[in-house]
């Protein structure tokens, strides 16, 4: 009897021993659980940190329309902006373009911006695309000249003219060609400007005549680089020299 009391004695201690380790694992657990809830937790807030951060760092712009990655300065050359560049403030990088409202700017001599007012009409043509004409106005002369980068004496004004109309290929950053208009007189008689000189004053063509051109004096009206108008002197579908001087 005595020899089963002391194994029931011995059960119970290992017994009791064993629920005392039991539980001691289950505490170490539990505070194991609950390190890893607090780092779950700390990565959590952090993660909502970033993604805060990362929403003020967004910018949205006002309008609808396609991005276009201005130029800046890397070094010793000009390269579009990447991911991971650092941009100072005031200056930018990118533009951001209504495709249903697009602008020319281009910058004029100061010899002839004289002649240009705002409203004015316009032909827009695309040098990628010559099939296309787009008709146009100017829409904003610069008040202050730009120094020209072949002399500092002569001065540039830019000058931006709005499209009317739209196009699939009409993309930004192509280049363009514009005509302004600045004189409209209807029903008027041309001639090629190198048809027409002058001697003391007086303005003369050279009319074929037969076989032979005879030098015929000439009233004449306003003028750009290609043509004179010719208000007397020629009757309209004569045959006129180019490239005369006298």
């Given amino acids: 009897i005595e020899k089963n009391q002391l194994n029931l004695d011995e059960a119970r201690a290992r017994l009791q021993q064993v629920r005392e380790t039991n539980e001691l694992k289950r505490r170490a657990a539990k505070a194991e659980i609950r390190v890893l809830e607090i780092q779950r937790d700390r990565a959590l807030n952090a993660a ?7 929403e003020k760092m967004a910018i949205r712009a006002a309008i609808d329309g396609i991005v276009v990655f201005s130029q800046i300065w890397k070094g010793n050359q000009l390269a579009d902006v990447q991911e991971g560049d650092e941009v100072r403030a005031g200056i930018p990088f990118l533009q951001v373009v209504n495709p249903a409202a697009m602008q020319v700017r281009a910058r004029v001599n100061q010899a002839d ?77 041309l001639a090629p400007s190198d048809a027409v000189f002058s001697e003391n004053e007086q303005s003369f063509v050279r009319v074929k005549n037969g ?8 009233k004449t009206g306003p003028m750009n680089d290609t043509d004179v108008v010719i208000e007397s002197g020629v009757e309209p579908g004569a045959v006129v020299l180019r490239g005369v001087k006298t």
């Fill in 48 to 54: 909502r940190h970033a993604e805060q951060n990362s």
């Fill in 113 to 189: 911006v004289s002649q240009l007012r705002t409203g004015q009409k316009a032909t827009v043509r695309l040098d990628a695309y010559p099939d296309l004409v787009f008709p146009g106005t100017v829409d904003q002369i610069a008040s202050i000249g730009i120094t020209s980068g072949r002399s500092d004496k002569i001065r540039t004004f830019q000058v931006r003219f709005m499209i009317q109309g739209s196009e699939a290929r009409l993309t930004p950053d192509l280049s363009a060609a514009v005509d302004v208009e600045l004189e409209r007189r209807p029903g008027v008689l």
């Fill in 211 to 218: 076989g032979n051109y005879e030098k015929r004096a000439v």
